[in-house]
């Protein structure tokens, strides 16, 4: 198994994470010794990793804001790349799916989940300065949304990764065409890559940028 990222390791076309929680898995993945397997089928960010992404800024001691965390899959696996001296604030709107993130949290001590609408930061304006804001939101307005949040909370320097599904944005036109669209409306921040990760996630990229 080679490291690849801190803490990410590969073996093959198989991506794992030390897990945080020996023994135990999130989402009925393999576990290797005291890996956990990171599916690409269930993580953008995993996908992204696999399709070429470059640069990682999801690493140890990170703090991180994830808008869209879901059931906790793959903020799951940020927890255990940041360590105890990183910490993720988990947004999520859904309440349903809130109680398995509160369920994956209670076993991860660097999990805030947060039950708010990530459209609307000025509801969790508590959260500190961050690192890297994570977005993964099914939403026609997901890059207005993030830049909104990074204004809140990212650091000069940080990292900013969107999920893209343009499937979301506008299903009439080809893919790549609404990444490179969504892409430009990030005019004060450098464009480090755009991922396509489409073999593992149909019609997504994930979008890196960072806030100069």
């Not at 490291?3 to 135990?24: C, D, H, M, S, W």
């Not at 010794?33 to 995993?46: F, G, T, V």
């Not at 508590?126 to 204004?151: G, I, K, M």
């Not at 430009?184 to 996630?201: F, G, N, R, S, T």
């Amino acid at each position: 198994m080679k490291e690849i990222f801190p803490g990410i390791f590969r073996k093959g076309n198989e991506l794992y994470t030390v897990n945080a929680v020996p023994g135990k898995r999130v989402y009925g993945e393999k576990l290797t010794d005291n890996y956990r397997e990171w599916i690409p089928d269930r993580s953008k960010l995993a996908s992204a990793i696999l399709c070429g992404l470059k640069e990682m800024p999801v690493k140890p001691g990170a703090k991180i804001v994830y808008l869209g965390a879901s059931t906790g899959t793959t903020v799951s696996h940020v927890s255990d790349i940041i360590g105890l001296d990183g910490i993720v604030y988990a947004v999520e709107f859904a309440e349903r799916v809130m109680r398995k993130l509160m369920d994956v949290a209670k076993d991860r001590k660097n999990i805030v989940p947060i039950l708010a609408d990530a459209r609307k930061p000025e509801d969790y304006s508590w959260v500190e300065e961050c690192d890297v804001v994570y977005v993964d939101v099914a939403d026609p307005q997901e890059t207005e949304l993030s830049l909104r949040n990074a204004e809140a909370f990212l650091k000069k320097g940080g990292y900013m990764l969107i999920a893209v599904k343009s499937q979301s944005i506008d299903v009439t036109k080809d893919p790549k065409l609404v990444f490179k669209e969504e892409s430009e409306k990030l005019k004060d921040y450098k464009i480090l890559q755009i991922v396509d990760i489409d073999k593992y996630q149909k019609d997504h990229a994930l979008v890196v940028a960072v806030n100069q």
